[in-house]
């Protein structure tokens, strides 16, 4: 597996996908998902030229934040359990993945613990399909109000997982949706809510999550080649 040659082909697709969303390719930001691969293949990646890396579970994540280091920063995109939080907080960079209340609570006592100001995402199920983590698009607003009281978590923008399937219509759709949901939100300029983060966008279809207005991708086989399972 040729990381840096593969590291090319998704930077010259991603920068080709930002013109035509007329952006520049400096505007999108790739975050290279390097689960189930060890640190020494994550490594090359950073050699590659990324700075940004995801990862979707707890433990995987602090073991390769010890490997790699601060020189890099650190995003958890999966699901987070509520008594796994004290783990990342304050140790990364965003967390792509809040989906409720309660979890959201749980960040901001964490946070205050270690007098930190936490950023996230708020995902959101814009496919609709049962097995996806997210708030419902039509809740986003309320959670939104609601979140902005906790003192301790800065709301950067929005996080989705496109629809499973191969319609390239149907998740052109989807992301359309989603992006017109990013804004909606942000012109409400609500108090404590930053949004300039739109992360979609993985490996099948981060061309046409750009090209619908996503500035925050998430690529994994694409750079790493298959994935590895334990
Ligand atoms: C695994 C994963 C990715 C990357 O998937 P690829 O299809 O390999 O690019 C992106 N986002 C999330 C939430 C993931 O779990």
């Known amino acids: 597996m040729d ?6 082909i998704v930077k010259y697709k991603v920068a080709e996908s930002a013109e035509k969303a007329g952006k520049k390719p400096e505007e999108i930001r790739i975050v290279a998902v390097g689960k189930t691969f060890p640190a020494e293949i994550l490594l090359e990646a950073k050699e590659g030229g990324l700075r940004e890396f995801g990862e979707n579970k707890v433990q995987e994540l602090v073991e390769k934040m010890n490997a ?6 650190w995003h958890m995109i999966g699901h987070l359990q ?25 960040i901001d006592k964490t946070a ?7 950023d996230v995402l708020v995902q959101v199920n814009i496919s609709g399909e049962e097995t996806k983590f997210g708030l419902r ?8 109000k609601e979140v902005s009281m906790l003192e301790r978590i800065r709301v950067r923008g929005l996080m989705t997982i ?30 404590n809510i930053n949004m300039d983060i739109l992360s979609m966008g993985m490996s099948k279809d981060f061309e046409i999550a750009i090209q619908e207005g ?14 590895m399972y334990r």
């Open 82 to 106: 509520k008594n796994k939080a004290k783990y990342i907080v304050g140790a990364v960079d965003l967390i792509h993945s809040l989906d409720s209340f309660d979890l959201a609570l749980q």
């Open 3 to 8: 990381i840096r040659k593969n590291i090319e």
């Open 162 to 191: 496109g629809p499973n399937t191969d319609d390239k219509n149907l998740i052109r759709e989807s992301f359309r949706r989603m992006h017109s949901l990013y804004i909606d939100m942000k012109d409400k300029k609500l108090d």
């Open 68 to 73: 790699l280091g601060k020189e890099v920063s």
């Open 112 to 118: 205050e613990k270690c007098g930190c100001i936490q």
């Open 214 to 227: 996503a500035n925050m991708v998430r690529i994994g086989s694409a750079i790493f080649g298959n994935r």
């Open 137 to 144: 698009p039509e809740d986003v607003l309320n959670f939104l």
